[in-house]
T-cell receptor, first 114, second 114 residues
Framework: NAGVMQNPRHLVRRRGQEARLRCSPMKGHSHVYWYRQLPEEGLKFMVYLQKENIIDESGMPKERFSAEFPKEGPSILRIQQVVRGDSAAYFC????????????FGQGTRLTVV | GENVEQHPSTLSVQEGDSAVIKCTYSDSASNYFPWYKQELGKGPQLIIDIRSNVGEKKDQRIAVTLNKTAKHFSLHITETQPEDSAVYFCAASIIAGTASKLTFGTGTRLQVTL
């Protein structure tokens, strides 16, 4: 049973470009969470999605950031017009509907904005 | 919202000694407290968790204790080994309906020396 798969593992973007981060949850999991980790800091919640629905986006910046979890395919975190402050590790986690509090994390995508 | 504080930020112990990491939380409604281990360049790995209806939980060399009245919980690692060296994060969340985002502490860097 494969774990949470994130790609790419590393992503370099120039200021003003778009970054697209992908997350495939564990098999059987229908709940996806995105967290951001700045260097030497803890993880900060961004958004919680179920298939085709955004449940909680209270941690998501109001501008430039969006997330989706379509009926088919991976969840996507999109960052438009990236700035240097967006440089961070972005982690996706998934959980099953029956134990939705137990979240399992992927290896993360490390975004560097140059 | 929830606020989780974690201490110490760094901890160095000799192999075979015990390590204790402490966390406090602010929201009395929080009822789920997981601990994650993060190795360099990897995603957080769930190592143990506890729900508020339990005061203590043990899994081999790892144990977690919870004091709901004081709103603090602790991770205990006995007989530490070099492979225990990592950053450990505590977290808190509320299991209720579909909302289950985690609020993380700032992490403890544990170094087990030979």
């Amino acid at each position: 049973n494969a774990g949470v798969m994130q790609n790419p593992r590393h992503l370099v973007r120039r200021r003003g470009q778009e970054a697209r981060l992908r997350c495939s949850p564990m098999k059987g999991h229908s709940h996806v969470y995105w967290y951001r980790q700045l260097p030497e800091e803890g993880l900060k919640f961004m958004v919680y999605l179920q298939k085709e629905n955004i449940i909680d986006e209270s941690g998501m910046p109001k501008e430039r950031f969006s997330a989706e979890f379509p009926k088919e395919g991976p969840s996507i975190l999109r960052i438009q017009q990236v700035v240097r402050g967006d440089s961070a590790a972005y982690f996706c986690a998934s959980s099953a509907g029956t134990t939705l509090w137990k979240a399992f994390f992927g290896q993360g995508t490390r975004l560097t904005v140059v | 919202g929830e606020n989780v504080e974690q201490h110490p930020s760094t901890l160095s112990v000799q192999e075979g000694d015990s390590a204790v990491i402490k966390c406090t939380y602010s929201d009395s409604a929080s009822n789920y407290f997981p601990w994650y281990k993060q190795e360099l360049g990897k995603g957080p790995q769930l190592i143990i968790d506890i729900r508020s209806n339990v005061g203590e939980k043990k899994d081999q060399r790892i144990a977690v204790t919870l004091n709901k009245t004081a709103k603090h919980f602790s991770l205990h690692i006995t007989e530490t080994q070099p492979e225990d060296s990592a950053v450990y994060f505590c977290a808190a969340s509320i299991i209720a309906g579909t909302a289950s985002k985690l609020t993380f502490g700032t992490g403890t860097r544990l170094q087990v020396t030979l």
